[in-house]
Nanobody, 119 residues
Framework: QVQLVESGGGLVQPGGSLRLSCVAS????????????MDWYRQAPGKERRWVAK???????TYADSVKARFTISRNNAKKTMYLQMNSLKPEDTAVYYC?????????WGQGTQVTVSS
């Protein structure tokens, strides 16, 4: 059973930066991890969970318009870890951030990490 653990959240002022990490355990090998498509989602209070960014097994990346040019998704297959570098943070980026790993038909979610952007 694959487990995902996010970390790196916290309180940051507008304009600041944070780097989130998502570490996978229970994956047989780094090669197996490399097959997963990895996503970041976020959920603000009282709102639906929304997709933020994706990185494929071939390291192709895509972003939601709201974070494009500010956020960067990356992965280190040797460490079975995915990252989200978040720059120029805005109060509207405040949310719980979740990572997701998928390799059809399997889908796994982490438990989330809180990001709060406030002065």
């Amino acid at each position: 059973q694959v487990q995902l653990v996010e970390s790196g959240g916290g309180l940051v002022q507008p304009g600041g930066s944070l780097r989130l990490s998502c570490v996978a355990s229970g994956v047989a090998s780094r090669n197996m991890f490399s097959l997963y498509t990895m996503d970041w989602y976020r959920q603000a209070p009282g709102k639906e969970r929304r997709w933020v960014a994706k990185i494929t097994s071939g390291s192709t990346t895509t972003y939601a318009d709201s974070v494009k040019a500010r956020f960067t998704i990356s992965r280190n297959n040797a460490k079975k870890t995915m990252y989200l570098q978040m720059n120029s943070l805005k109060p509207e980026d405040t949310a719980v951030y979740y990572c997701k790993a998928s390799n059809y038909p399997d889908v796994y979610w982490g438990q989330g990490t809180q990001v709060t952007v406030s002065s």
